[in-house]
């Protein structure tokens, strides 16, 4: 084959390539709410990797996590990555919330109305919503997310039981901790108490930003990684990253969505019961030393649910998973392609 030839065929994959992960977005119309309230003319974004099956069933579901995106999660998709886009069709999905899909930066609601009060279970309606109107898919093969993603994965798994045949939980929760809540509670109030007191976008990005990094890490990796003589200079980065106001009215919701996530609710607040609803075969992955979601109740829902349970013991905390990313990446490539 000629040179030119070649370039022609590589510039055609690159193209491809590109265009299979650019922004998109499905409109799924209004979604009505846990709390009886409804969105008006909801959106919902994603983003797709590799090729859809003609029975479209390798279709694997990727949620964010808190403060992130679809366009976050593409480092995380790839032939040897968490993901496999070369076996697999990925859809990467945006959470309500997230500045992407209907967001209080971006609403626009009937009459004035402000962005209501969201829940887990709300973003996972939008998501489904989107999946059969832009997909027609049926079943996927799987679904999975960390953080915050994982907590939309233990909501999917008991939401719609039957639509997915595997499903994958890393540092997420089916219900948070009162430790945490104690924890997104406070931060909450950081961008409440900002607001009411007119504090600088700076001010407030320095002290919302440096109070979730205590819980971000356990203090033993946090003190092995930042030495003493460049603690000023870690400080300084503080001083230098700032949070728009619209940003952290979207990060309210989430929080706030984080905060109440239990998906035992519905069951009169028996976990038993919401385990006894799951279908699809469960692999969870926490971080023994994860100050930001506390891994207990995640470990009790495996033992529920006769799940694979993967406890990672580093001193990474909650970033425990990327801490030992070779052999997470492994283990859930292996229990997708099981």
Known sequence: MKLKNILFVVSIVVGQLTAASAQKYSSIGDLPLISGDTIYNCTVGYRTFGSLNKDKSNA???????????????????????????KYFVIAVDALGDGISTSPSNYKGTHGKKYPIIT??????????????????????????????????????????????????????????????????????????????SMS?????????????????????????????????????????????????????????????????????????????????????VSDNDLTVNPQPAIEFAKMTNAQLLQLQNDCGHLAPGCESEKCNAMIREFFDR
């Open 201 to 285: 976008e700076a001010d407030q990005s320095r002290v919302y930003s440096m109070t979730f990094d205590l819980v971000l890490r356990s203090p033993e990796h946090f003190n092995k990684t930042v030495s003493h003589q460049d603690f000023q200079k870690y400080l300084a980065r503080y001083r230098r990253d700032s949070i728009s106001t619209e940003r952290f009215e979207n990060l309210l919701v989430q929080l706030s969505a984080m905060s109440d996530h239990d998906i035992s609710l519905p069951w009169n607040n028996s976990m038993e019961t919401a385990a006894s609803k799951v279908k699809a075969k469960l692999f969870i992955i």
């Open 120 to 197: 887990i279970t709300d973003m996972v309606r939008s998501q489904y919503a989107m999946l059969r109107k832009e997909f027609g898919i049926t079943q996927l093969h799987g679904i999975i997310g960390g953080s915050m993603g994982g907590m939309q994965v233990f909501d999917w798994i008991v939401t719609y039981p039957e639509y997915m045949k595997k499903a994958i939980a890393y540092v997420g929760t089916p219900r948070l901790s009162n430790y945490n809540r104690l924890t997104f509670s406070l931060l909450a109030d950081i961008i409440t108490m900002g607001k009411k007191y």
């Open 60 to 86: 694997i579901l990727f949620c964010t996590w808190y403060m992130g995106t679809s366009e976050d999660l593409q480092e995380n998709i790839g032939g040897k990555s968490l993901v496999d886009s070369v």
